[in-house]
């Protein structure tokens, strides 16, 4: 688990602490760069939305992969994971990550939000097509 503060600055913190864990686990490629990706616009979306603190943690178990992201501070709108209100590159994260994960799950907890997303990934030393 890594915690900080909920900045956009800090996001790439979060996603080499990511790939880092990822790496030790034997992740092929393809899925740490998915998970990297997903753990990226989770922490990006927090920063930007959420409160002042973020925690962020990833666990493995067997092939599942969670990645659960809680952001501390006042419960505003919930993320929405389709559309945008604007056209530009935002507002997109939450479909991104919508698409690659096998789950999401968003909350309201008592002082933010939960982001958890979870996925399947290829056994160690197996090797991406």
Same mark, same amino acid.
């Given at each position: 688990?890594?915690?900080?503060?909920?900045?956009?600055?800090?996001? @790439? +913190?979060? @996603?080499?602490?990511?790939?880092?864990?990822? =790496?030790?686990? %034997?992740?092929?490629?393809?899925?740490?760069?998915?998970?990297?990706?997903?753990?990226?616009?989770?922490?990006?979306?927090?920063?930007?939305?959420?409160?002042?603190? +973020?925690?962020?943690?990833? =666990?493995?178990?067997?092939?599942?992969?969670?990645?659960?992201?809680?952001?501390?501070?006042?419960?505003?709108?919930?993320? @929405?994971?389709?559309?945008?209100?604007?056209?530009?590159?935002?507002?997109?994260?939450?479909?991104?990550?919508?698409?690659?994960?096998?789950?999401?799950?968003?909350?309201?907890?008592?002082?933010?939000? @939960?982001?958890?997303? %979870?996925?399947?990934?290829?056994?160690?030393? =197996?090797?991406?097509?």
């Amino acid at each position: 688990m890594i915690a900080l503060l909920a900045e956009e600055r800090q996001v @790439r +913190m979060v @996603r080499r602490f990511a790939a880092a864990h990822l =790496s030790c686990w %034997g992740l092929t490629e393809q899925d740490r760069d998915c998970v990297v990706l997903i753990v990226g616009e989770l922490a990006g979306n927090a920063a930007r939305h959420g409160g002042t603190d +973020m925690t962020v943690s990833l =666990s493995l178990t067997d092939r599942d992969l969670c990645i659960d992201v809680v952001d501390t501070g006042p419960s505003g709108r919930p993320p @929405r994971a389709h559309g945008s209100e604007a056209e530009d590159e935002h507002g997109r994260g939450l479909g991104i990550v919508d698409h690659l994960a096998s789950w999401t799950d968003f909350r309201a907890e008592r002082d933010g939000w @939960r982001s958890r997303a %979870g996925l399947r990934v290829a056994p160690a030393g =197996s090797t991406a097509a």
